[in-house]
């Protein structure tokens, strides 16, 4: 059994990936810089982990926790995939010139959503939000960034006199009061982002792609998102369990020289 971590900015995700491919049900934790104690009790409870594998973003800190806790529970060192060692094995044309520029979990996204062999716009809603076009034949053809939900809605009330407000949760398209106003309308803008790319892609390409939606808010953004609309919120770690077949006869040659 292996351990597959999704280390992001904000969020640590993870999930459990058997021998035939097989992955558990997305787990997920917000980190703030450090390894929440809910995730260690958790982490304590699992048993036959061979290996962990950390596809990361976030910090440099939370890695160093995931290590000591690696070899303290299942006496292994994991492995940190990095942007350069999934540019070097991935089975696409990236549009960015320089691929670690584009990001270790939008490259690895970008992988799992490969293996559908049609185009596919994917949205990546975490601390920012992503949008990355793909082919069906694997070429990506590039991507759009917007600030996250909470960025976007913290950029507002910094950048003006609004006074602070709890963050309402919104099931109407019109606000009521200042901060159902301002969620709804963090939701609307990624939307309607979403519905002119897919317009744009599907001029460009002959075909509506096929949308993705992802990441820590991809549920909370999925209802005001042009259907059809499918939710995939570990297409990350799904990407990483990929890349980590890839690397493994490498590692293996490495071994044997």
Same mark, same amino acid.
């Given at each position: 059994?292996?351990?597959?971590?999704?280390?992001?900015?904000?969020?640590?995700k993870?999930?459990?990936?058997?021998?035939?491919?097989?992955?558990?049900?997305?787990?997920?934790a917000?980190?703030?810089?450090?390894?929440?104690?809910?995730?260690?009790?958790?982490?304590?409870?699992?048993s036959?982990?061979?290996?962990?594998?950390?596809?990361?973003?976030?910090?440099?800190?939370?890695?160093?926790?995931?290590a000591?806790?690696?070899?303290?529970c299942?006496?292994?060192?994991?492995?940190i995939?990095?942007?350069?060692?999934?540019?070097?094995?991935?089975?696409?044309?990236?549009?960015? &010139?320089?691929?670690a520029? #584009?990001?270790l979990?939008? $490259?690895?996204? @970008?992988?799992?959503?490969?293996? *559908?062999? /049609?185009?596919?716009?994917?949205?990546?809603?975490?601390?920012?939000?992503?949008?990355?076009l793909?082919?069906?034949?694997?070429k990506?053809?590039?991507?759009?960034?917007?600030?996250?939900?909470?960025?976007?809605?913290?950029?507002?009330?910094?950048?003006?006199?609004?006074?602070p407000?709890?963050?309402?949760?919104?099931?109407?398209?019109?606000?009521?009061?200042?901060?159902?106003?301002?969620?709804?309308?963090?939701?609307h803008?990624?939307? &309607?982002?979403?519905?002119? #790319?897919?317009?744009?892609? $599907?001029?460009? @390409?002959?075909a509506?792609?096929? *949308?993705? /939606?992802?990441?820590?808010d991809?549920?909370?953004?999925q209802?005001w998102?042009p259907?059809?609309?499918?939710?995939?919120?570990?297409?990350?770690?799904?990407?990483?369990?990929?890349?980590?077949?890839?690397?493994?006869?490498?590692?293996?040659?490495?071994?044997?020289?």
């Amino acid at each position: 059994m292996q351990l597959m971590i999704d280390l992001g900015n904000s969020a640590l995700k993870w999930a459990l990936c058997d021998q035939n491919g097989t992955m558990s049900e997305l787990q997920r934790a917000l980190h703030y810089g450090a390894l929440p104690v809910d995730v260690l009790a958790a982490w304590s409870e699992l048993s036959a982990i061979e290996q962990v594998y950390v596809a990361a973003v976030g910090s440099p800190a939370v890695v160093a926790a995931i290590a000591q806790v690696s070899q303290a529970c299942w006496g292994c060192s994991p492995q940190i995939i990095d942007s350069a060692m999934v540019a070097k094995q991935i089975p696409l044309r990236l549009a960015y &010139a320089d691929p670690a520029q #584009l990001g270790l979990d939008r $490259q690895l996204a @970008l992988w799992a959503a490969q293996a *559908l062999a /049609v185009p596919v716009l994917i949205v990546d809603a975490g601390t920012a939000i992503t949008y990355d076009l793909l082919t069906a034949d694997g070429k990506h053809l590039g991507g759009v960034i917007l600030p996250g939900l909470k960025l976007m809605r913290e950029s507002l009330l910094q950048g003006t006199r609004i006074p602070p407000h709890e963050a309402d949760t919104v099931a109407h398209p019109w606000g009521t009061n200042t901060g159902t106003a301002i969620n709804a309308a963090t939701l609307h803008a990624p939307a &309607a982002l979403a519905e002119r #790319l897919l317009h744009t892609s $599907q001029q460009q @390409l002959g075909a509506r792609p096929r *949308l993705i /939606v992802t990441g820590g808010d991809a549920e909370q953004l999925q209802p005001w998102m042009p259907p059809p609309v499918e939710l995939q919120p570990d297409l990350v770690l799904r990407g990483l369990a990929l890349a980590v077949e890839c690397f493994k006869p490498l590692a293996s040659g490495h071994r044997h020289r």
